[in-house]
């Protein structure tokens, strides 16, 4: 069965700095992955995500993402911090042979230190 | 302005007293999904939709119904809810070939006592 982890419920950074939110998943074919991201009171928002061309995917705002195999992760990377990042971000997993599911993971908040 | 709405936004109910969460979309999209969403649980799925008159159970299907009578609308129903159904609930949709690409809808916080 499919399954996506993320390390860290709570991720802080300052202002400018670089963000790293990690993401590993469990299959046993290359998925599909995706992240999402959560402003307060919000709904979830499609951030970037990997259907099988680049490993390296950019999404809005800056963010980037690399797919490793050998790794089994995708994580998710920002090379500068901006107050306005912050929120939850959820990475999400998706069989290719299925048109219906995809898997949440726990979720990670971000904040940013002025 | 492309847009899944949800109603009501804020729920308090009482054990054992049905209530229905309605959701719809002005998309046109085939796929809709019922999700809650628990502190440190993530989204979990309750229910989904391929198209109308066409559901199937998600992760967490028990306490609750659905119907999908027209393609916009995807309403929830809690027959009997109970405290341990207090959540935070999100409805999406997507069309059938990015179906990755969900429009989440602004979310209803119910609390059951």
């Known amino acids: 069965a499919q399954s996506v982890t993320q390390l860290g419920s709570h991720v802080s950074v300052s202002e400018g700095a670089l963000v790293l939110l990690r993401c590993n998943y469990s299959?046993?074919?290359?998925?599909?992955l995706f992240w999402y991201v959560q402003y307060p009171n919000q709904g979830l928002q499609l951030l970037l995500k990997?259907?099988?061309?680049?490993?390296l995917v950019k999404g809005i705002n800056g963010f980037e993402a690399e797919f490793k195999k050998s790794e089994t992760s995708f994580h998710l990377t920002k090379p500068s911090a901006h107050m306005s990042d912050a929120a939850e971000y959820f990475c999400a997993v998706s069989d290719r042979s299925s048109a219906s599911k995809i898997i949440f993971g726990s979720g990670t908040r971000l904040s940013i230190r002025p | 302005e492309a847009q899944v709405t949800q109603n009501p936004r804020y729920l308090i109910t009482v054990t054992g007293k049905k209530l229905t969460v309605t959701c719809s979309q002005n998309m046109n999209h085939e796929y809709m999904s019922w999700y809650r969403q628990d502190p440190g649980l993530g989204l979990r799925q309750i229910y989904y939709?391929?198209?109308?008159?066409?559901?199937d159970k998600g992760d967490v299907p028990e306490g609750y119904k659905v119907s999908r009578k027209e393609k916009r609308n995807f309403p929830l129903i809690l027959e009997s809810p109970s405290p341990n159904q207090t959540s935070l609930y999100f409805c999406?949709?997507?069309?059938?070939?990015?179906?990755?690409?969900?429009?989440f809808g602004p979310g209803t916080r119910l609390t059951v006592t």
């Open positions: 299959s046993s074919v290359p998925p599909y």
């Open positions: 999406a949709s997507s069309n059938s070939f990015y179906y990755y690409e969900q429009y």
């Open positions: 939709s391929m198209n109308v008159e066409v559901t």
């Open positions: 990997y259907t099988s061309a680049a490993t």
